[in-house]
């Protein structure tokens, strides 16, 4: 019985180590007062926002957060990466190889915090062809939860008010 149990354990951890889940988020809602602030920071409803995507997250393991390198993007994830104590790698949405991406974060659970034109087009990446479309700029509630496991791939759109 035991030997069937250790079979059992190292199969279902072997199964495991080829899954891989990507959880996509846009940043938070920014401060909105000068249009031509290219990296503005979070309001106080964007600062209330990444404190519940830290709620959200808490109860499910991650291994990474990427975040782009804007202060909206950093501090969305920050409180998160501070809870699970994990560092927020930074990346640039126009140089991402999705291939090599995945790759490198096979058997991963991943967060990647993004903007209202290049979550949804990662997303598609990720998956492979074109499901979700552009988000409207004051949406900030999508995840897109894109799974692969075993050559078997599953992905969906949740809003989390």
């Known amino acids: 019985m035991k030997i069937l149990f250790l079979v059992l354990f190292i199969l279902s951890n072997n199964l495991n180590d080829n899954c891989s889940t990507f959880y ?3 940043h938070a809602e920014k401060i909105r007062v000068d249009s031509s602030d290219r990296d503005p920071d979070l309001n106080e409803k964007g600062k209330e926002r990444a404190l519940r995507w830290s709620e959200y997250f808490s109860n499910i393991k991650l ?3 990427y975040s782009t390198n804007y202060k909206r993007t950093i501090n969305t994830v920050q409180p998160l990466a501070s809870e699970k104590k994990l560092e927020i790698k ?3 949405p126009s140089e991402i190889e999705y291939e090599e991406f995945m790759s490198n974060n096979k058997g991963e659970s991943v ?3 993004g903007h ?3 979550t949804p087009f990662f ?6 062809e ?4 552009q988000i409207d700029d004051f949406n900030n509630s999508n995840l897109y939860i894109v ?3 075993n050559n078997e791939l599953n992905h969906r759109l949740i809003k989390v008010e």
């Open 116 to 118: 209202s034109n290049t």
């Open 63 to 65: 291994s990474k957060i």
């Open 123 to 128: 997303a598609n990446a990720l998956i492979g």
């Open 90 to 92: 930074l990346y640039v």
């Open 130 to 133: 074109d499901v979700y479309s």
């Open 24 to 26: 996509l988020i846009r």
């Open 111 to 113: 967060l990647i915090a």
């Open 147 to 149: 799974n692969i496991c």
